[in-house]
Nanobody, 126 residues
Framework: VQVVESGGGLAQPGGSLRLSCAASGFTFSNYKMGWFRQAPGKERDFVALIMWSGSSTYYADSVKGRFTISRDNAKNTLYLQMNSLKPEDTALYYC????????????????????WGQGTQVTVSS
């Protein structure tokens, strides 16, 4: 099982970035997927999740209305479109899969996820 994040970089406040997470080694379409982020010296926090079918999404209050999570089950890829970026969005962004397939509970608890990637750095600064 492997997930590989990409797409991070430097953006100005108000700018946009699109993160991708390429998944392999498991049946991607059976698993809820999540994005989390971790700033230096802080806990790894929930950002967004999407159910295995893509039918439902959930967001942290801090990103609601600015970020959009999506998935392409045919390409085994998860995305995070980030708009109206703020300096406080600066962090290492991770994707991860749910521990169990087809779970209906939209858990935001990072301990319910596994197989974290190496992360992709997002820096928002002028």
């Amino acid at each position: 099982v492997q997930v590989v994040e990409s797409g991070g970089g430097l953006a100005q406040p108000g700018g946009s970035l699109r993160l991708s997470c390429a998944a392999s080694g498991f049946t991607f379409s059976n698993y809820k997927m999540g994005w989390f982020r971790q700033a230096p010296g802080k806990e790894r926090d929930f950002v967004a999740l999407i159910m295995w079918s893509g039918s439902s999404t959930y967001y942290a209050d801090s990103v609601k209305g600015r970020f959009t999570i999506s998935r392409d089950n045919a390409k085994n890829t998860l995305y995070l479109q980030m708009n109206s970026l703020k300096p406080e969005d600066t962090a290492l962004y991770y994707c991860a899969k749910d521990r169990k397939p087809r779970r209906m509970v939209p858990s935001t608890d990072r301990y319910e996820y596994e197989y974290w990637g190496q992360g992709t750095q997002v820096t928002v600064s002028s």
